[in-house]
């Protein structure tokens, strides 16, 4: 079966310290990748996606994550966090059924 | 920007009551979802639907049914709600194309007493 494995459920960090969440997926021939963020009582938030072309995405607030198709891996990093951004991460594939998979979530807490 | 709104945040009912979950979509998807959230435990799909009437089982669908009667809106019906469907549940909508992302409620927190 396909999964998606996350493999820090909680990463605290100091403030304007630099973190990366970490994501692997099972094996497959096609995969799109996703990261949301959920805020507290809130639902999901697209942050960034991976469907083509260069390996290293974008996204919003300052995320990046990179696509590591050897390593199955979709790790996702800002290179200097805020307050704000303490919230709850998920990583989610998109196999080439149409079936997405998300991950149990890592909890980002940033300390002050 | 693609509005997914459920239409309570909280609800609590008592063992046994028959529950409505109601879901609306503004941006025509095809693809619309149920998810439950635990903590520890991530999403897991429940039900999704990509076709209005058609409907399909998650990982999770013990307990639950759905209803598409319309393109745009989606029910999750607990048939005799149980203490353990306690939980965080998640509507979504999508493109019917794979590589676009789902867009979620802001979620209801439901208890069952």
């Known amino acids: 079966a396909q999964s998606v494995t996350q493999l820090d459920s909680q990463v605290p960090v100091f403030e304007e310290a630099p973190v990366e969440l970490r994501c692997n997926y099972s094996?497959?021939?096609?995969?799109?990748l996703f990261w949301y963020v959920q805020y507290p009582n809130q639902g999901l938030q697209l942050l960034l996606k991976y469907l083509s072309g260069s390996t290293l995405v974008k996204g919003i607030n300052g995320f990046e994550a990179e696509f590591n198709k050897s390593q199955t891996s979709f790790h996702l990093r800002k290179p200097s966090v805020h307050i704000s951004d303490t919230a709850e991460y998920f990583c989610a594939v998109t196999y080439n059924n149409n079936d997405m998979r998300f991950g149990a979530g890592t909890r980002l807490t940033v300390k002050p | 920007d693609v509005k997914v709104t459920q239409s309570s945040r909280y609800l609590v009912k008592r063992t046994g009551e028959k529950v409505f979950l109601e879901c609306v979509q503004d941006?025509?998807?095809?693809?619309m979802f149920w998810y439950r959230q635990d903590p520890g435990l991530g999403l897991r799909l429940i039900y999704f639907s990509y076709d209005v009437k058609m409907k399909e089982k998650g990982d999770i669908p013990e307990g639950y049914s759905v209803s598409r009667e319309k393109k745009e809106r989606f029910s999750l019906i607990l048939e005799s709600a149980s203490t353990n469907q306690t939980s965080m549940y998640l509507c979504?909508?999508?493109?019917?194309?794979?590589?676009?992302?789902?867009?979620f409620g802001d979620g209801t927190r439901l208890s069952i007493l």
């Open positions: 979504a909508s999508s493109d019917r194309d794979p590589n676009q992302p789902q867009h």
């Open positions: 094996s497959s021939v096609s995969v799109y």
């Open positions: 941006m025509d998807h095809e693809n």
